[in-house]
Structures are given as structure tokens and as C-alpha cells.
């Protein structure tokens, strides 16, 4: 099954691409969630009609996250957990803590933007990597330290 790509889907290609999928993953993943459309002739016509206005808007995405990315570079977030002798937490530090501090830190970026495979689970100076785009990324220092 041939779709066009409405959005960026990791490990398949990026938003206008036109791929050649098996037919279930077509069916039953890209087209309910809106991510790709089924390449039909008039499909392909009004997408390629559309090419310039989308590589602009992209272009400008990419300008304002790559100047984000470096005001992201480098934040420093300290966090106050309870943890035992060892230094292991009782909690953990996720995804969710990091994203409100960075966002009160004046800071709106995405959940998915963050890569953290498991909740930080240990005391000490860990290194995080925000990635906006495949292209455009940043890292934060997140420090965890044993709240008495």
C-alpha cells in the first residue's frame, strides 16, 4: 500500500514522503491515527501543489527549534528526593517532572521531544537529551540529590 506521510513517524520517514507499506500497518495504524493518507492520484496532485508552503513552514520550524535548543543547552535542573543509604530513590524522577520544571523554567517542549528510556531511579548528575528534531537536539543536566 502506497500512503503519503501527513506527519513525521520515527523509523518510517519524514511528513510528505511517499512510502510503500504492508498493507495492515497502512490500515490499521497510519490512516486511523491520521498520520499518513492513501497516495491516489489526486492525492499526490494536491500534496505536490502544496510542497513549497510546507518546505517554508518546515524551514521556519526548524529555525525557531534549533534556537530553542540552544537556549535548552546546558539547563541545569536540580531535583530533592527521598532516597535510601545507597543512594537509590524511594521514587523516581520521569519524564513529567523534567517537563514542568523545564516548563517553569520558561521552557514548552513536547513529551516526546524528551529521550529518557526509564525514570531516573539514583542520586547524583545524570545527562538527559532533548530532541526536538531527528537534526536538532540538546542536553540538560538533571541532578538528583537526597532530600534529608
Same mark, same amino acid.
Given at each position: 500500500? &502506497?500512503?503519503?506521510?501527513?506527519?513525521?513517524?520515527?523509523?518510517?520517514?519524514?511528513?510528505?514522503?511517499?512510502?510503500?507499506?504492508?498493507?495492515?500497518?497502512?490500515? %490499521?495504524?497510519?490512516?486511523?491515527?491520521?498520520?499518513? *493518507?492513501?497516495?491516489?492520484?489526486?492525492? *499526490?496532485?494536491?500534496?505536490?501543489?502544496?510542497?513549497? $508552503? /510546507? =518546505?517554508?513552514?518546515?524551514? @521556519?520550524?526548524?529555525?525557531?527549534? $534549533?534556537?530553542?535548543?540552544?537556549?535548552? %543547552? +546546558?539547563? #541545569?535542573?536540580?531535583?530533592? /528526593?527521598? =532516597? +535510601?543509604? !545507597? @543512594? &537509590?530513590?524511594? +521514587?523516581?524522577? +520521569? &519524564?513529567?517532572?523534567?517537563? $514542568? #520544571?523545564?516548563?517553569?523554567?520558561?521552557?514548552?517542549?513536547? $513529551?516526546?521531544? *524528551?529521550?529518557?528510556?526509564?525514570?531516573?531511579?539514583?542520586?547524583?548528575?545524570? !545527562?538527559?537529551?532533548?530532541?526536538? *528534531?531527528? !537534526?536538532?537536539?540538546?542536553?540538560?543536566?538533571?541532578?538528583?540529590?537526597? /532530600? !534529608?
Amino acid at each position: 500500500m &502506497k500512503v503519503i506521510l501527513k506527519t513525521d513517524v520515527e523509523a518510517l520517514g519524514r511528513a510528505g514522503d511517499v512510502k510503500d507499506v504492508a498493507d495492515g500497518f497502512g490500515r %490499521n495504524f497510519l490512516l486511523p491515527r491520521k498520520l499518513a *493518507l492513501p497516495a491516489t492520484l489526486a492525492a *499526490l496532485k494536491v500534496w505536490e501543489r502544496g510542497k513549497q $508552503k /510546507r =518546505a517554508k513552514e518546515l524551514a @521556519g520550524k526548524q529555525e525557531r527549534l $534549533k534556537e530553542l535548543a540552544g537556549k535548552i %543547552n +546546558g539547563v #541545569s535542573l536540580s531535583f530533592s /528526593r527521598q =532516597a +535510601g543509604a !545507597e @543512594g &537509590k530513590l524511594f +521514587g523516581s524522577v +520521569g &519524564k513529567s517532572d523534567i517537563l $514542568k #520544571s523545564l516548563k517553569s523554567c520558561g521552557y514548552a517542549v513536547a $513529551k516526546d521531544a *524528551l529521550v529518557l528510556e526509564q525514570s531516573i531511579k539514583q542520586v547524583g548528575d545524570h !545527562e538527559v537529551e532533548v530532541r526536538l *528534531l531527528p !537534526e536538532v537536539g540538546a542536553k540538560i543536566k538533571v541532578t538528583v540529590v537526597a /532530600r !534529608e
